[in-house]
């Protein structure tokens, strides 16, 4: 069984930083990608930031500049550094890991229960 635990987020007022991490435990074989995605009020969710195990980057032109990825492949955890953020940041942000649980198992999906970040303005 593979958890992904948030920590992190909450509120800030607009132009300020807030960080967000994610550690994935388990029954884990290999991780290929981690990242984070967020879903607003009656939006549909979408990605953020992920980064591969090579250090590979997909940022979102939303975010570009102002959000950095970083990941500790040794300790299976994936940050994300806010700065600059605005109301429209706000949303639920959700860590995901593509991995293989086992030698012989597809690589999968998984993703973390949702931490709140709120941007006042």
């Known amino acids: 069984q593979v958890q992904l635990v948030e920590s992190g987020g909450g509120s800030v007022q607009a132009g300020g930083s807030l960080s967000v991490s994610c550690a994935a435990s388990?029954?884990?074989?290999?991780?290929?990608?981690m990242g984070w995605y967020r879903q607003a009020p009656g939006k549909q969710r979408e990605l953020v930031a992920t980064?591969?195990?090579?250090?590979?980057?997909t940022i979102a032109g939303s975010v570009k500049g102002r959000f950095t990825i970083s990941r500790d492949i040794a300790k299976n955890t994936v940050y994300l550094q806010m700065n600059s953020l605005s109301p429209e940041d706000t949303a639920v942000y959700y860590c995901?890991?593509?991995?293989?649980?086992?030698?012989?198992?597809?690589?999968?999906?998984?993703w973390g229960q949702g931490t709140q970040v709120t941007v006042s303005s």
């Open positions: 980064m591969t195990n090579g250090g590979g980057t």
């Open positions: 388990g029954s884990i074989f290999r991780i290929f990608a």
């Open positions: 995901f890991a593509a991995l293989a649980a086992t030698s012989m198992a597809p690589t999968e999906d998984y």
